[in-house]
Nanobody, 119 residues
Framework: QVQLVESGGGLVQAGGSLRLSCAAS????????MAWFRQAPGKEREFVAG????????DYPDSVKGRFFIFRGNVRNTLYLQMNSLKPEDTAVYYC????????????WGQGTQVTVSS
């Protein structure tokens, strides 16, 4: 059974930093891209960051570019999101995701971790 377990969320003041972690298990994800999404109350889930299967390519929307950094861990099937210069509008539930194709065709989702940024 595939499981994606996120951790590292919490409450932080604006301008602060957090690092989210995701541990995937249940199968080998060697050829899968991994990504982070987020969903704020009353809004649709949105793409935050993605990394290719070998870690060689990353992708970010303009809203987080230069502040968020996604990377795969040395331990197989681990994923991280370093979030710097956090803003109140970054407040959301953050989800880890795995895809064999594009970031808009996610195969597996984590359960989410709450990030709250106070002003």
């Amino acid at each position: 059974q595939v499981q994606l377990v996120e951790s590292g969320g919490g409450l932080v003041q604006a301008g602060g930093s957090l690092r989210l972690s995701c541990a995937a298990s249940g199968r080998t994800f060697r050829n899968y891209a991994m990504a982070w999404f987020r969903q704020a109350p009353g809004k649709e889930r949105e793409f935050v960051a993605g990394v290719s299967w070998n870690g060689g390519s990353t992708d970010y929307p303009d809203s987080v570019k230069g502040r968020f950094f996604i990377f795969r861990g040395n331990v197989r099937n681990t994923l991280y999101l370093q979030m710097n210069s956090l803003k109140p509008e970054d407040t959301a539930v953050y989800y880890c995701a795995v895809t064999a194709g594009d970031y808009d065709r996610v195969d597996y989702w984590g359960q989410g971790t709450q990030v709250t940024v106070s002003s």
